[in-house]
């Protein structure tokens, strides 16, 4: 079973607009992490925001912000003031332990964007 | 800043050869990872390396191989290339092991067996 969810396999949207890419994930762990990151058409895979299973702040950086539901399993990618740049495929990761120096990186199917101008 | 290469960018290999994929990083990171995209699905890990010398095995390690030469150079080999096997191999390296510490990632290396 697939423990890393992204419904959506794609988006579209009108520039200026705002997105929700959701993320659902299964883990037994308690510490975890969850990342999205951004594969662009040049190969380039970049880091957006991280999220700690501990955390209860609500994380942003820049046009970027996440809506974390712990008790849910669910993990949303929140872009505002959509621009075209922003169009490429956006990845939910989960990064989960499971022994000393072990761990596993689980990542989603990926959500291609389309932004519209 | 700082930046992972990989080399080749495009690989074009024969059913059941050998073939090396190639990943530098100058960001003096001491963890590395060579992940498989496939159309259609995620990234999944296949081998990774806690610091120099070190190979750790991921998810997806059967049929590859790894060596960790030095700390900027991570490489990883198809011990036996699949007919038609087609999939993106990404480098990453991060500052640490840990949930907490974002990778970065090279370009990719794309691999076609004829």
């Known amino acids: 079973a697939e423990k890393v969810i992204q419904v959506w396999s794609t988006a579209s949207r009108q520039e200026g607009e705002e997105l929700t890419l959701d993320c659902s994930y299964e883990?037994?762990?308690?510490?975890?992490?969850l990342f999205w990151y951004k594969h662009l058409l040049s190969g380039e895979m970049v880091f957006l925001i991280r999220?700690?299973?501990?955390?209860?702040a609500k994380e942003r950086s820049g046009r970027y912000s996440v809506v974390f539901q712990k008790s849910l399993k669910s993990i949303s990618l929140i872009i505002s003031a959509l621009q075209p740049d922003d169009s490429g495929k956006y990845f939910c990761a989960l990064w989960e332990p499971y022994d000393t120096n072990a761990y596993k990186v689980i990542f989603g199917k990926g959500t291609h964007l389309h932004v519209l101008p | 800043g700082g930046i992972i290469t990989q080399t080749p960018k495009f690989l074009i290999g024969q059913e059941g050869q050998k073939l090396t994929l190639k990943c530098q990083q100058n960001f003096n990171h001491d963890t590395m990872y060579w992940y498989r995209q496939d159309s259609g699905k995620g990234l999944r890990l296949i081998y990774y390396s806690i610091t120099e010398n070190d190979l750790q095995k991921g998810d997806l390690s059967e049929g590859y191989d790894a060596s960790r030469e030095k700390k900027s150079s991570f490489s990883l080999t198809v011990t036996s290339a699949q007919k038609n096997e087609m999939a993106v191999f990404l480098c990453?390296?991060?500052?640490?092991?840990?949930?907490?510490?974002?990778?970065?990632f090279g370009p990719g290396t794309r691999l076609t067996v004829l």
């Open positions: 990453a390296s991060s500052p640490r092991l840990g949930g907490d510490a974002e990778q970065f």
């Open positions: 883990t037994s762990q308690v510490l975890y992490h």
């Open positions: 999220q700690t299973s501990s955390s209860t």
